[in-house]
């Protein structure tokens, strides 16, 4: 059974930083291009930031500079830093395959910034 678990969300002032986690599971996804995503209230789902299966990266413009996917492939974890956060960041971040995602989310985990 294929799972993705997001975790690590909070409430954290314009300015401040937090470091999200994905747990995947239940498939081999070593060998696939993860991306962090994230859905504003209101607002469509967005990719912020992919990572290839060699470590190559790349992100949105909103973000760039800001933020940084990583990825451990041993442990078959994903991982989203963010600092500089702003309160248009404000949203619920899930992970999942790109550029196809999995027929399903996690949970997803909620960040939001206050300013």
């Known amino acids: 059974q294929v799972q993705l678990v997001e975790s690590g969300g909070g409430l954290v002032q314009a300015g401040g930083s937090l470091r999200l986690s994905c747990a995947a599971s239940?498939?081999?996804?070593?060998?696939?291009?993860m991306g962090w995503y994230r859905q504003a209230s209101g607002k469509l789902r967005e990719v912020v930031a992919r990572?290839?299966?060699?470590?190559?990266?790349m992100y949105a413009d909103s973000v760039k500079g800001r933020f940084t996917i990583s990825r451990d492939n041993a442990k078959n974890m994903v991982y989203l830093q963010m600092d500089s956060l702003r309160p248009e960041d404000t949203a619920v971040y899930y992970c999942?395959?790109?550029?196809?995602?999995?027929?399903?989310w996690g949970q997803g985990t909620q960040v939001t910034v206050s300013s």
């Open positions: 999942n395959l790109f550029p196809l995602p999995l027929n399903f």
């Open positions: 239940g498939s081999t996804f070593s060998d696939k291009t």
């Open positions: 990572i290839s299966s060699t470590g190559r990266t």
